[in-house]
C-alpha cells in the first residue's frame, strides 16, 4: 500500500501560478508512474499528467504548454508545476501513484481555485 499527501493548492489569479506536491510513502519500492488527475465540480474525474519512474511523461491537451510534471525518486515526491493558469482549471487535483503489481493509490485531493 503506499498513501500519498497532497500540498500546495490554493486561490490564485487568471495567469498566475502553483506548485503541486504529492509526498508518497508506505511500499515506494513499489510505485512506477505517478501523476495528477482533476475534478471539476459536476464533471468526471480527469487525467491531468504522468510521469514514469524513468521521467517519461504524457500531458492532457488543455494543460500541455502550461503545466510541468516532474518528480524526484530520492523523496518519493512527485510536483505539478501549474503556469498561466486559467478559470477551468479550477477543480479538486488528485494525486495517483501506480505500483509494479497494477494497483493504484489516491491522496486526498487539494483544492485549486482560478479566479479574479
Known amino acids: 500500500q503506499v498513501q500519498l499527501v497532497e500540498s500546495g493548492g490554493g486561490l490564485v489569479q487568471p495567469g498566475g501560478s502553483l506548485r503541486l506536491s504529492c509526498a508518497a510513502s508506505?511500499?515506494?519500492?513499489?510505485?512506477?508512474?505517478m501523476g495528477w488527475y482533476r475534478q471539476a465540480p459536476g464533471k468526471q474525474r480527469d487525467l491531468v499528467a504522468l510521469i514514469t519512474r524513468g521521467g517519461n511523461t504524457n500531458y492532457a491537451d488543455s494543460v500541455k504548454d502550461r503545466f510541468t510534471i516532474s518528480r524526484d525518486n530520492a523523496k518519493n515526491t512527485v510536483y505539478l508545476q501549474m503556469n498561466s493558469l486559467k478559470s477551468e482549471d479550477t477543480a479538486v487535483y488528485y494525486c495517483?501513484?501506480?505500483?509494479?503489481?497494477?494497483?493504484?493509490?489516491w491522496g486526498q485531493g487539494t483544492q485549486v481555485t482560478v479566479s479574479s
Open positions: 495517483i501513484a501506480d505500483t509494479l503489481l497494477g494497483t493504484r493509490s
Open positions: 508506505g511500499r515506494v519500492s513499489s510505485m512506477n508512474s
